[in-house]
């Protein structure tokens, strides 16, 4: 169950609203601090998640609580942004604000709505879906007018648009990046997603640990290094596990931790750890003659009374 055919206009306004509310990312808490799914919100600039930032107002088992249910019970991860834009639709969440100008009664009218009024459109998404009539309205619509502007110039791109997503803030190219994967959405074109792994291979004295082991892709991943005696990592690269491709290389000397991006693929860290391991001190040499003299007995005399 999804909504398809959703106009440029309304996709525009949607993502102008969750720009301001998660950054266009569906694995992001609220303050970058992470809370349990029942976490009853206080407003405390804690306890949003996810691209429209559910929470859980009044209740412990309120918007948020449900949103991971739905995702985790369906074969979605918390953070996969197809599956709460697919919830959307299996929430219908709409407040039939008295503050809207549309009229609409429903998620499904909104969705399907032939508006070419970002202005009217952000102001009903935001007080109807969010139900906060006119919070940061102008900063509201003027992201919706960049991503609108943004899709317009890129709609007709070859591109392939992959989320970029972790409980991290994103850049503007990111925010418009994931905006167009939520457009292709509801155009029916639907952006891969998956649990790939990430192994290591190491070569020289010394160790490598990633963090973390899988990904659900286009995030960043974290390699830490620990060079054994006499040794330096001098290079790390990502390779494609199945094609042994190149995918990322640098040169590391002496650098405990590097960050890398995770694309959309199982990923092979190959670190090269190259030196000289100390030379172990000399061992005793051994005196024949030395010996000889430590090995001989004196004869103790004895004295007779």
């Not at 900063?139 to 110039?153: G, M, P, T």
């Not at 503007?172 to 994931?178: E, P, V």
């Amino acid at each position: 169950m999804s909504f398809t055919g959703v106009s440029i206009y309304v996709v525009s306004a949607i993502c102008g609203c969750f720009w301001r509310e998660s950054g266009v990312n569906p694995a992001i808490w609220e303050s970058l601090r992470p809370c349990a799914w029942d976490y009853q919100y206080e407003y405390t600039h804690k306890g949003g998640y996810g691209l429209g930032q559910w929470t859980n107002v009044g209740t412990q088992h309120g918007r948020l609580y449900h949103l991971h249910e739905w995702v985790t019970n369906n074969g979605y991860s918390d953070g996969d942004g197809n599956g709460q834009l697919e919830y959307m639709a299996v929430e219908g969440y709409w407040t039939n604000s008295s503050s809207s100008r549309l009229g609409y009664t429903s998620l499904s009218q909104f969705m399907h709505s032939d508006s070419t009024s970002l202005e009217d459109l952000v102001w009903d998404f935001l007080a109807n879906w969010e139900g906060v009539a006119g919070d940061h309205y102008s900063e509201r619509l003027s992201y919706a007018r960049q991503v609108y502007n943004y899709i317009l110039l890129h709609a007709g791109d070859s591109q392939s648009y992959s989320w970029v997503s972790g409980n991290r803030y994103l850049s503007n190219s990111d925010r418009l990046n994931n905006s167009m994967v939520i457009y292709r959405y509801f155009q029916g074109v639907i952006p891969p997603t998956g649990q790939y792994t990430i192994s290591v291979q190491v070569s020289g004295n010394g160790t490598c640990t990633v963090y973390p082991t899988t990904s659900d892709g286009n995030e960043n991943i974290t390699v830490i290094l620990n060079a054994g005696a006499g040794d330096t990592c001098t290079d790390i690269e990502l390779r494609d596990t199945d094609t042994w491709q190149s995918i990322a290389s640098t040169l590391v000397p002496n650098l405990p931790t590097q960050t890398f991006f995770m694309p959309l693929e199982n990923i092979t860290v190959v670190a090269t750890f190259t030196g000289t391991p100390p030379t172990p001190p000399p061992q005793p040499t051994f005196n024949p003659v030395l010996c000889c003299i430590l090995g001989k007995r004196k004869k103790r005399r004895i004295i007779h009374y």
